[in-house]
Every structure is written in C-alpha cells, then in structure tokens.
C-alpha cells in the first residue's frame, strides 16, 4: 500500500490545490471512459479483420481452384516426363 501512495504522490502534485481527490477522481472516470472508448474500437476493427481473413481465404480456395482446373485444362506443359506431377 505504501508504494501505491508513492507511485501516486507525484500525480497528486501536478493537481492544483483546491478538491484533490474530486479532481483524481475525475480524472480517473475519464481515463476510464477513454479506455473503453479505445476497447470497443479495437474490437470493432478485430471484429473486420476477423472478416478480411476470412474473405481472403475463401479468395484464396477459389484462385487454388481455378489454378487447378486451368492446369488440368491445358495438360503438363512441362519439361521432362509427363507422369513427374501425379
């Protein structure tokens, strides 16, 4: 308990004189508030890139799909033995 009064003396000096602990309180509730502010937002933008990722996975599939349909298509194209893809 002691070092928490330490860490705060220097905070309770930057405040000027008049209803200290209204004002830290005060000051408290809006760091509180930014803070939460900042939470919904971050989960907000997880929340989209959790949806990018997934888009950009099915992308993906499909492009591995095409790619592989159009080498079928077109048969080996490739130096050396025929049979070397199976």
């Given at each position: ?15 000027p004189a008049?209803?200290?602990w209204a ?57 050396g033995d ?5």
């Amino acid at each position: 308990m002691d070092n928490d009064e330490n860490q705060l003396q220097p905070v309770l000096e930057t405040i000027p004189a008049g209803n200290r602990w209204a004002d830290l309180a005060e000051m408290t509730r809006s760091s509180e508030q930014l803070m939460e502010s900042v939470t919904c937002r971050l989960d907000a933008l997880n929340t989209a890139l959790d949806r990018l990722e997934e888009r950009t996975d099915r992308v993906l599939v499909e492009l591995r799909q095409l790619v592989g349909t159009d080498h079928q298509r077109r048969g080996h194209e490739g130096c050396g033995d025929p049979g070397a893809d199976e």
